[in-house]
């Protein structure tokens, strides 16, 4: 960043140069049909001034972009992230559940042997 801006300082020193040569030659001169380098050149550097700012400007605003995507790409991923681990649990308790019950029909005695084990326990 700081070559970006000493090369747009000398750009501006270039130009103000080349507008002061070229104004003091259109003042002597009379008009010209064609444009002669000085002019070329003074054109030439505004473009490129006119093109690096432009650039710099469209860089910042991509980059902003690319910040708030990321952020909100960020935060999506977490939510989704929590609400898989909060179904995780869920089914993890419901598993421990079932198999808590399933244990405790097996040692239960003699009315759990009457009573499959495959029989589901609903806890609702």
């Given at each position: 960043?700081?070559?970006?801006?000493?090369?747009?300082?000398?750009?501006?020193?270039?130009?103000?140069?080349?507008g002061q040569a070229s104004a003091h030659d259109t003042a002597d001169a009379p008009?010209?049909?064609?444009?002669?380098?000085?002019?070329?050149?003074?054109?030439?550097?505004?473009?490129?001034?006119?093109?690096?700012?432009?650039?710099?400007?469209?860089?910042?605003?991509?980059?902003?972009?690319?910040?708030?995507?990321?952020?909100?790409?960020?935060?999506?991923?977490?939510?989704?992230?929590?609400?898989?681990?909060?179904?995780?649990?869920?089914?993890?308790?419901?598993?421990?559940?079932?198999?808590?019950?399933?244990?405790?029909?097996?040692?239960?005695?003699?009315?759990?042997?009457?009573?499959p084990a495959s029989v589901p326990v609903t806890?609702?």
């Open positions: 960043m700081h070559t970006l801006s000493k090369t747009l300082v000398a750009l501006s020193f270039t130009l103000l140069l080349a008009i010209k049909s064609n444009p002669g380098p000085v002019d070329k050149l003074a054109n030439a550097i505004k473009r490129g001034a006119s093109a690096a700012a432009n650039g710099i400007e469209r860089g910042a605003r991509a980059a902003a972009s690319g910040v708030e995507r990321g952020t909100k790409a960020a935060a999506k991923g977490i939510e989704r992230g929590a609400e898989a681990t909060a179904r995780g649990v869920e089914r993890g308790a419901t598993a421990t559940g079932k198999a808590a019950n399933r244990v405790a029909d097996k040692i239960g005695g003699s009315e759990s042997d009457k009573t806890d609702k």
